[in-house]
């Protein structure tokens, strides 16, 4: 069975201050992804990794992957206020309409 | 911008009773699926669908649920009998291809009484 795990769960931090979530799983995958989601509102995409080493940037966040290490990073640069939410990873294996196996979420809040 | 719509966005039911949520997915997509959250945890799978039928489906997805494309554009999912533990908000997603990315949907809140 796969298994994500993230951490860590929560994350306080300062406006301007960088930081990293991580995401591992258990078996081998195809696809990474990470999404955003706001209080009571819906996942939107982020981040889709595909294959080792691929690096994704938008604004103040990074996405990395190592499918050798099982493992995926979101790098925060110089964090705003707006970046307040609740991140998810979540991997893919390529079956026939495979599904997404989500991480726990990291409850991230950024204080001016 | 095609999208994902849901409804209804919030639906109260008493338990016991049966709930309909629907789905419209993006109208070139080909596969489509069902997600739940549970308030403050993390997103869970229910089921996937591909030509008229259910492709795959997790330990939740037990006999008091069922999902239908009844027409060309709608996506159904069916709760027969709502458990107090149903209470939560479900996601639909579609996807153009098996290697496309899934698009979600905004969510309906299923809250049972």
């Known amino acids: 069975e796969l298994k994500v795990e993230q951490n860590p769960l929560f994350l306080s931090m300062q406006e301007g201050k960088n930081y990293t979530i991580y995401c591992n799983y258990s078996?081998?995958?195809?696809?990474l992804y990470w999404y955003r989601q706001d209080p009571g509102k819906s996942l939107e995409s982020l981040f889709v990794?595909?294959?080792?080493?691929a690096v994704k940037q938008e604004g103040r966040l990074m996405a990395s992957l190592d499918t050798k290490a099982r493992l995926s990073t979101l790098h925060i640069t110089a964090a705003v206020h707006d970046l307040s939410a609740t991140y998810f990873c979540?991997?893919?294996?390529?079956?026939?309409?495979?599904?997404?196996?989500f991480g726990e979420g990291t409850q991230l809040t950024v204080n001016p | 911008e095609p999208e994902v719509t849901q409804t209804p966005s919030h639906q109260v039911t008493q338990m016991g009773q049966e709930v309909i949520l629907r789905c419209v997915p993006i109208?070139?997509?080909?596969?489509f699926y069902w997600y739940r959250q549970i308030l403050g945890q993390k997103v869970e799978f229910l089921v996937s669908?591909?030509?008229?039928?259910?492709?795959?489906k997790s330990e939740i997805f037990d006999d008091q649920f069922s999902v239908e494309r009844p027409d060309g554009s709608n996506f159904t999912l069916k709760i027969r009998s709502t458990k107090l533990e149903d209470s939560a908000m479900y996601f639909c997603?579609?996807?153009?291809?098996?290697?496309?990315?899934?698009?979600f949907g905004p969510g309906t809140r299923l809250t049972v009484t």
């Open positions: 990794l595909l294959s080792n080493g």
């Open positions: 669908f591909y030509n008229n039928e259910i492709s795959e």
């Open positions: 997603a579609s996807r153009p291809t098996d290697s496309g990315e899934q698009y």
């Open positions: 979540a991997v893919e294996k390529a079956t026939s309409g495979s599904r997404l196996t």
């Open positions: 109208s070139n997509h080909l596969y």
């Open positions: 078996t081998t995958s195809d696809r």
